[in-house]
T-cell receptor, first 115, second 114 residues
Framework: GAGVSQSPSNKVTEKGKDVELRCDPISGHTALYWYRQSLGQGLEFLIYFQGNSAPDKSGLPSDRFSAERTGGSVSTLTIQRTQQEDSAVYLC?????????????FGSGTRLTVV | GNSVTQMEGPVTLSEEAFLTINCTYTATGYPSLFWYVQYPGEGLQLLLKATKADDKGSNKGFEATYRKETTSFHLEKGSVQVSDSAVYFCALSDPGTGGFKTIFGAGTRLFVKA
């Protein structure tokens, strides 16, 4: 697509429920990234994909968080048994692969509120 | 580990004032450096970048020079406008990951008054 698309744009869920967040990157971008932005905070790295594999999962906060990417395209971030501290804006970005980082294109994010 | 430190905000300026937002970094190797901007209600956008020492990135009247000797990448604009009000993030690509993972600073909010 023309840009990075994330859905839903807003999600309110009850504590303890599971949620799935979706990211559709720019067509042809092989690298995909998930970040989390809490209120008034910077961006916290969660995970990145190169194709369908995830070389770096170091930012996932706990084993309640998981992510997958299929077909080198769409990615899903799943949070199980949500907690109130999971409330944040979850941002997805993509970039073309290569030997240099040319910068990311970000989606508009999913605002998750756990009540 | 690698990190980015930028000046705390908010920064409040009058229209046509000179802007500097300080950014320093810690990294092994030779990272690329970036400034991203987040306008109210919008997603992050790449503003400018520099890939090696002494490079100057520029866009929309903003500039930043990659200073390896001071490990800095300060953002400057000669005359700000109300429309520049946004949150600005300094960032570096982590060379340890082949250049793909980006580490962001905490962001600096800029308010420009008419």
């Amino acid at each position: 697509g023309a840009g990075v698309s994330q859905s839903p744009s807003n999600k309110v869920t009850e504590k303890g429920k599971d949620v799935e967040l979706r990211c559709d990157p720019i067509s042809g971008h092989t690298a995909l990234y998930w970040y989390r932005q809490s209120l008034g905070q910077g961006l916290e790295f969660l995970i990145y994909f190169q194709g369908n594999s995830a070389p770096d999962k170091s930012g996932l906060p706990s084993d309640r968080f998981s992510a997958e990417r299929t077909g080198g395209s769409v990615s899903t971030l799943t949070i199980q048994r949500t907690q109130q501290e999971d409330s944040a804006v979850y941002l997805c970005a993509s970039s073309s692969s290569g030997t240099e980082n040319y910068g990311y294109t970000f989606g508009s994010g999913t605002r998750l509120t756990v009540v | 580990g690698n990190s980015v430190t930028q000046m705390e905000g908010p920064v409040t300026l009058s229209e046509e004032a000179f802007l500097t937002i300080n950014c320093t970094y810690t990294a092994t190797g030779y990272p690329s450096l970036f400034w991203y901007v987040q306008y109210p209600g919008e997603g992050l956008q790449l503003l400018l970048k520099a890939t090696k020492a002494d490079d100057k990135g520029s866009n929309k009247g903003f500039e930043a020079t990659y200073r390896k000797e001071t490990t800095s990448f300060h953002l400057e604009k000669g005359s700000v406008q109300v429309s520049d009000s946004a949150v600005y993030f300094c960032a570096l690509s982590d060379p340890g990951t082949g250049g793909f993972k980006t580490i962001f600073g905490a962001g600096t909010r800029l308010f420009v008054k008419a």
